[in-house]
């Protein structure tokens, strides 16, 4: 079984995630985090062995790129953001402060399950045949 961390303030995102692990019939313990400040707590903590983190950019309290900065990834799992940001800017500057890939949220159900799957099988170690 997998076990994530999605940081997302978005309820309808967050089930969106939910649904996309379910339809894809991935075995996952979805931890969820609605801001960047529980999502740095959680990590902290560390109670939580994590196959990988789906960060969001635009949260309340602190941000996407603060939670970056402020949580050591080369000690941790790899950090995926997973944002409606299309900006090379930011996609540049998450990069650089440690996220491991940088994902744009599709639109559309079906896109989103298949956004999700790749993420998945990219960064859980799975391979199609064992989602």
């Known amino acids: ?3 994530i961390l999605l940081v997302e303030d978005n309820p309808a ?25 529980q999502a740095l707590k959680l990590l902290n903590e560390g109670q939580f ?3 990988f983190i789906l960060l ?8 996407g790129f ?15 953001v997973f944002t409606n940001s299309s900006s090379e800017p930011d996609k540049k500057l998450a990069l650089a402060l ?3 890939d940088f994902v744009r949220k599709p639109v559309g159900f079906q896109a989103y399950i298949e956004a ?13 045949a064992d989602l």
């Open 116 to 128: 999700v799957r790749g993420i998945v099988e990219r960064w859980s170690g799975a391979t199609a």
């Open 49 to 51: 062995k994590l196959n």
């Open 13 to 37: 995102d967050v089930l969106m995630v939910r649904e996309a692990l379910r339809a894809s019939a991935i075995a996952t313990d979805l931890i969820v985090a609605s801001d960047g400040e």
């Open 56 to 63: 969001d950019l635009a949260m309340p309290k602190f941000d």
């Open 98 to 100: 440690g996220a491991s």
């Open 1 to 3: 079984m997998l076990r």
């Open 66 to 80: 603060t939670v970056l900065q402020n949580y050591h990834t080369q000690n941790g799992p790899p950090v995926v």
